[in-house]
């Protein structure tokens, strides 16, 4: 078993082009030994966002706080707190916050 606190991994910027106030905390990996996904930790400042972007991998989304809105093929939508987020693999998609508070959500995908 394997347990971690938030502020053990270590928070770092996410500079991909088009990604703005966003953070990234790589709580599992397969550094960690872990064989099949890996779990993300993001925080997402106010006015923050990550790129427009598609990959052949799925993600699995959970919103702690704030209110995500969620960019997906075309179509926009709020999530707030304590919802999940499928994203298909090769969908177009980004995660913005529209809000005054910070967004965090966890984010699952396997490992490449």
Wanted: aromatic share 10%; with cysteine; glycine share 8%.
């Amino acid at each position: 078993m394997i347990v971690k606190a938030v502020q053990d991994a270590p928070e770092i910027p996410v500079t991909e082009a088009g990604a703005r106030g966003t953070t990234i905390r790589w709580m599992f990996n397969s550094s960690d030994g872990v064989p099949t996904f890996a779990m993300r930790y993001f925080v997402v400042k106010p006015g923050g966002s990550t790129p427009r972007h598609a990959h052949p991998w799925e993600h699995e989304v959970f919103v702690i706080k704030g209110t995500c809105t969620t960019f997906c093929e075309g179509k926009t939508r709020l999530v707030g707190p304590d919802n999940a987020i499928y994203v298909e693999p090769e969908a177009i998609h980004s995660f913005a916050n529209e809000g005054t508070s910070d967004l965090v959500f966890l984010c699952m995908i396997p490992i490449q």
